[in-house]
C-alpha cells in the first residue's frame, strides 16, 4: 500500500503508472511502442525543464552578448582572460597542465595554488567555439546546470514528486538570481565579477552532498560520491571543505557506525587520491603563498537573507511544521528523502560555523556563506513541493490539474518576484561582455600599444593603479596588457600565489596617486617618484604606464624617468638609468637571514630606505656567503618557460636571477640555488653554465600517479560494475532510521560551537574595545583589546590590537604597561602602525626620564621613515 502512495505521488496519476510498469514486460506491436513513449516522457520532462533554467539564466545574461567574439572585461574578469588564453592556446595542450608564467608578477605558477577544472573547460570549448565565445559561456556554463541538475537528480536519486523536485530547482534559481553581494561567490553577480570558479565549486559541492547522502544506500555509490568530491575540490577550495565536513552526517544518519565509517574512509582516500596531482604538492607548497585571510563585516543583518531569496525561505518555513505535524503529509516523505534534507540542513549548518568561525581559522570567512543560502533554498523548495503533492493529491486527472495549476502559479510568482528584484546582473553582462573594445578609453589605450610592445622576456612594464581605470572595463583591465603587448607586467590577478606581489604593491604605490594596497599583511607606501625608480630598476621594469595628472607631474618632476607616448589621459614613460639584467652577478654586500618569516623580513628590507642601500639578504644560504668582487657580464643562452639557461665567467660568485622563486625551480646545472630578497632567485654556480628548470617535486610527482591510478581504478570499477547489475541495488549500508540522540548531539554541538565563535569572534571584541576606549571604560578596553590581539591570526591585524592595546593603557595612565606594549610591538612587527608606535614610545620614555634608552627607537624612526608624520613630528619637537 506504501509503494502505491509512492507511486501516485512520484507519478500523479495511478492509472499512468500502472501502464509505466506494464510496459516494462515486451508487448507486441503499438502498446510496446507506446510503454517505451511512456518511460520516455520522465527523461523528456527533464531535459525540458533543464533547457528551461538554462534559458532563464540565459536570459538575464543576454545570449548576443554572450556570443559577442569581443574579449570579456569587468571585474577580475578583464584580468582572468590573459590567463585563460594562454592556457587554452598554449599551455595545456602542450601538457602544462600546472604552468609557469613569467608574463605577470616576475613569474608565477599558474594554478598550482587556484582551481584548474574551470579553466580547462574553456580551453576545451575554445577549440570548437573560438575563445571570446569560449570564456563566457565555459564562466557561466555551472550558472546555467545548476537549476536543472537539482531537478533532474531530486527525481531521480531521491524520487521526489514533480512539485518538488521543480520548486527544488526554482529555489537554485533565486539562489543564482539575488543582488545581495557581488564578491561571496555563486550568484550571477558574483560570477560576472570574476568568481566564476566558486560557481563550478557550488554546482559540484551540491552534486557531491546528494551522492553522499544515497551513498549507503546503493552499491558504489561511494565512488560517485568521491568523483564529485573530486571535482570540487578542482574547482574550489572553500566549497570542498563543506562537503568534506557534512559527511560527519552519515555517522549521524546511519545505524551501522563502523561500516559507514568505512565508507567515508574510502570516498575520501578516492577523492585526496584523484585530487592528488594537483592537491598534494599544493598542500606541500601551501606556505609559500600569501594568505588570503581578510574578513568582512555584516553592515546589517540584512545581508543574511537576500531580497531575492525571501519567498523562498518564508514559504519553506511555512511548509516546515505542516511537514511535522501532518501526519498525511509525513507519511508521504520517504526515509531517503528525509535522509537528503536532513543532510543538506546540516550542510548548511556547518558552512555557517565555517563563516562564524572563518576570523580564527585565518579563511575568508564570506566564502561558506552562500552554501548556506544554496543549500537552505534547495530543501525550502521541496518542503513546498511535497506539501503541495500531498494536499493536492487525489484520484483523478481534476488533482493532477490542480497541482498542476497550483505548481506553476507558485513557480511564476516566484519568477515575477525575482524579476523584480533583478536590477544589476543584465546591466553587468552588458558591459561584461561588449568586451574591452567597447569601452570609452580603450581607443586612446591602444594608440600607445606600439610604445609598450616587447616580448615576453622584455624588461617589465609597471602601470599606475587609477579608479578610472573602469572606463576600459574594470579597474583591472591593465593587468590583461600582456595580452595586448606582449611583455610582461608586474602586477596581476593571483597575489595569494607570488611571492614577488608585496613588494609588486609597495612600488604600485610609489607611482600611483590612489593605490589599491590589498594586501592586509603588508601596507602599501605613498607617491614617491624617487624610490619607485630604485624598485623598477630592482624589479627589472624599465616602463611605466600612468593614468593620473598628480602621478604624472610627480614623475616628470623627478627628471628620472623620460616620456615616451602618449594619448591622453595616457602616458608612456621609461626609466633614465635602467641597468637591470634578468641574471646579474651580486656586488652588493649580501647578508644572509633565516628562514623563518623570511617574507615578512624581506619585504621589510625592500620598503626601508637604508636596508635597501645597505644590503641584499639571502634566506637559507651559508653564512660565509660573500658578494663577487666585481661585476661580469652574465650571457643569456636560452629563455622558455621552463627553462633559463645563463653563461658566467664568475664561477662561485653569487648571482641574482631576477625571477620568482619557487620550490618547483630547481638548478640543472652545478650549485647551489636560494631565496633572495624581495623573492627572487639567487645561483652560486659551480660550472660556467647556470641551468635552471622548472619541473615537479617528488610529492607532486606522487601526487601524479596517486591521480592516474585511482582514475585508472574508477575506469575499472565502472566496467566491473556493469558485469554486477544484479547486485547494483543492493544496499551496502544499512540506513537506519531517524536516530533523535544522535541527533540532538551533532545540532547541539553545532550550536554551542557556533555561539561560541560567534561571540569570541577577535573582530568582535575588537570593535567592542574601541566602543569602550570611546566612553573612556579603559579596564574593559584594555582587557577587550588583550583579548582580540590573543585570538587575531593575521600578523597586520594583531600589530593593530596590540597598538590600540598600549594606547589603552597609556590613556589609562598606566605609562610602563604602555610602553611595554609599545616595545613589544616594536620588536615583533614591521607593517603600519610602526611609525606612530616609535614616536610614542619614544616620547613617553622621554617623559619618563629614559631618553637615553629610547634614542635607539628614535634613530630608527627617522633612519627608517624618514618622510612619515611621525617622524617629522618627532623632529620638530
Not at 523536485?165 to 553581494?181: D, K, P, R
Not at 623598477?536 to 628620472?560: C, I, P, Y
Amino acid at each position: 500500500m506504501a509503494s502505491d502512495t509512492a507511486a501516485v505521488l512520484c507519478f500523479g496519476n495511478p492509472v499512468r503508472y500502472w501502464r509505466r510498469v506494464m510496459c516494462h514486460h515486451r508487448l507486441p506491436g503499438r502498446a510496446c511502442g507506446r510503454g517505451v513513449m511512456m518511460r520516455r516522457l520522465p527523461l523528456l520532462a527533464d531535459m525540458a525543464l533543464m533547457l528551461l533554467f538554462a534559458g532563464l539564466t540565459i536570459s538575464v545574461l543576454g545570449v548576443r552578448f554572450l556570443n559577442s567574439p569581443n574579449m570579456p572585461t569587468g571585474g577580475d574578469t578583464a584580468s582572468h582572460v590573459l590567463y585563460a588564453w594562454h592556457y587554452a592556446k598554449e599551455l595545456l595542450f602542450s601538457g602544462n597542465i600546472l604552468p609557469w608564467m613569467p608574463e605577470v608578477f616576475g613569474g608565477f605558477p599558474f594554478l598550482s595554488y587556484y582551481f584548474p577544472l574551470p579553466f580547462i573547460i574553456i580551453a576545451v570549448l575554445a577549440k570548437g567555439l573560438g575563445f571570446s565565445v569560449a570564456f563566457k559561456w565555459g564562466a557561466f556554463a555551472a550558472a546555467m546546470l545548476l537549476p536543472g541538475l537539482v531537478q533532474v537528480l531530486g527525481r531521480r536519486w531521491f524520487s521526489l514528486p514533480w512539485p518538488a523536485s521543480i520548486f527544488g530547482a526554482v529555489g537554485a534559481f533565486a539562489f543564482l538570481l539575488h543582488e545581495q553581494n557581488s564578491i561571496w561567490g555563486g550568484n550571477l553577480l558574483s560570477t560576472l565579477s570574476g568568481e566564476f570558479t566558486y560557481s563550478y565549486g557550488v554546482l559540484f559541492a551540491v552534486l557531491a552532498c546528494f551522492a553522499w547522502s544515497r551513498a549507503s544506500e546503493t552499491r558504489g555509490g561511494w565512488i560517485v560520491a568521491a568523483l564529485l568530491e573530486a571535482a570540487t575540490g578542482y574547482c574550489h577550495g572553500f566549497p570542498l571543505l563543506v562537503v568534506g565536513f557534512s559527511t560527519v552526517v552519515l555517522l549521524v544518519e546511519n545505524s551501522n557506525f563502523r561500516r559507514t565509517a568505512w565508507l567515508l574512509v574510502r570516498g575520501h582516500l578516492l577523492a585526496f587520491c584523484l585530487l592528488g596531482g594537483w592537491l598534494w604538492p599544493m598542500l606541500e607548497m601551501h606556505g609559500y603563498t600569501i594568505a588570503n585571510d581578510a574578513s568582512w563585516a555584516l553592515s546589517s543583518w540584512g545581508d543574511l537573507f537576500p531580497l531575492g531569496l525571501r519567498p523562498v525561505f518564508v514559504a519553506g518555513g511555512v511548509c516546515l511544521p505542516v511537514c511535522l505535524l501532518s501526519e498525511r503529509v509525513h507519511a508521504a516523505i520517504t526515509s531517503q528523502q528525509a535522509r537528503a534534507m536532513r543532510y543538506l540542513m546540516a550542510a548548511a549548518a556547518l558552512a555557517c560555523l565555517g563563516y562564524l568561525a572563518g576570523e580564527q581559522l585565518g579563511l575568508a570567512n564570506i566564502r561558506f556563506f552562500p552554501m548556506v543560502w544554496l543549500f537552505a533554498a534547495i530543501v525550502c523548495g521541496w518542503l513546498v513541493g511535497i506539501v503541495i503533492s500531498v494536499l493536492a493529491a487525489g484520484n483523478g486527472r481534476g488533482s493532477l490539474l490542480s497541482r498542476t495549476m497550483l505548481t506553476l502559479a507558485l513557480c511564476l510568482g516566484v519568477l515575477g518576484w525575482l524579476a523584480q528584484t533583478v536590477r544589476k546582473a543584465p546591466d553587468w553582462s552588458l558591459w561584461n561582455h561588449a568586451g574591452f573594445e567597447s569601452k570609452p578609453q580603450w581607443h586612446n589605450l591602444s594608440k600607445i600599444f606600439p610604445a609598450m610592445h616587447g616580448t615576453l622576456w622584455s624588461p617589465r612594464l609597471v602601470f599606475e593603479h587609477d579608479p578610472t581605470n573602469n572606463d576600459l572595463g574594470s579597474t583591472r583591465a591593465l593587468e590583461a596588457l600582456p595580452l595586448f603587448i606582449g611583455r610582461p607586467v608586474l602586477e596581476g590577478l593571483y597575489m595569494e600565489s607570488a611571492l614577488l606581489c608585496p613588494a609588486v604593491y609597495l612600488l604600485q604605490s610609489e607611482v600611483s596617486a590612489q593605490p589599491s594596497s590589498p594586501l592586509v599583511r603588508f601596507p602599501s607606501g605613498r607617491l614617491d617618484p624617487p624610490r619607485a625608480a630604485e624598485h623598477m630598476n630592482f624589479l627589472h621594469a624599465d616602463t611605466l604606464l600612468l593614468r593620473s595628472e598628480q602621478a604624472k607631474n610627480a614623475v616628470e618632476a623627478s627628471g628620472l624617468f623620460e616620456k615616451t607616448a602618449e594619448s591622453p589621459p595616457f602616458a608612456v614613460y621609461r626609466l633614465r638609468n635602467f641597468t637591470s639584467h634578468l641574471a646579474q652577478v651580486v656586488t652588493q654586500p649580501i647578508r644572509v637571514r633565516p628562514q623563518k618569516e623570511w617574507l615578512e623580513d624581506s619585504f621589510a628590507w625592500f620598503r626601508t630606505h637604508n636596508r635597501f642601500q645597505s644590503y641584499l639578504p639571502v634566506y637559507g644560504a651559508p653564512a660565509g656567503l660573500q658578494a663577487a668582487p666585481a661585476a661580469t657580464v652574465v650571457r643569456t643562452l636560452s629563455l622558455e618557460r621552463h627553462r633559463m639557461h645563463f653563461a658566467t665567467d664568475s664561477v662561485g660568485s653569487p648571482h641574482l636571477i631576477k625571477v620568482t622563486w619557487h620550490p618547483r625551480w630547481r638548478l640543472g646545472s652545478a650549485g647551489s640555488l636560494y631565496k633572495a630578497g624581495p623573492g627572487f632567485m639567487l645561483v652560486v654556480p659551480r660550472e660556467h653554465d647556470i641551468i635552471l628548470e622548472y619541473g615537479h617535486t617528488p610529492i607532486g610527482i606522487a601526487g601524479m600517479a596517486a591521480t592516474t591510478l585511482s582514475a585508472a581504478f574508477v575506469i575499472f570499477w565502472q566496467g566491473w560494475g556493469k558485469r554486477q547489475q544484479a547486485d547494483a541495488s543492493a544496499p551496502v549500508v544499512a540506513g537506519g532510521g531517524f536516530h533523535p540522540i544522535r541527533q540532538a548531539i551533532f545540532w547541539g554541538t553545532v550550536i554551542v560551537a557556533g555561539f561560541w565563535f560567534a561571540t569570541q569572534s577577535p573582530e568582535q571584541l575588537y570593535r567592542r574595545a574601541h566602543a569602550k576606549l570611546l566612553a573612556k571604560q579603559y579596564d574593559a578596553a584594555t582587557s577587550l583589546f588583550l583579548r582580540s590581539f590573543n585570538g587575531r591570526r593575521i600578523p597586520a591585524r594583531k600589530e593593530e590590537a596590540l597598538f590600540w592595546l598600549a594606547k589603552s593603557y597609556e590613556q589609562a595612565d598606566q605609562k610602563n604597561a604602555a610602553m611595554k606594549r609599545y616595545r613589544q610591538l616594536t620588536g615583533v612587527y614591521d607593517g603600519q602602525w610602526v611609525p606612530e608606535n616609535l614616536y610614542a614610545y619614544v616620547r613617553l620614555g622621554r617623559e619618563a626620564g629614559q631618553a637615553v634608552q629610547v634614542e635607539p627607537y628614535a634613530r630608527r624612526l627617522i633612519d627608517e621613515y624618514p618622510d612619515s608624520s611621525w617622524a617629522k613630528k618627532l623632529i620638530w619637537k
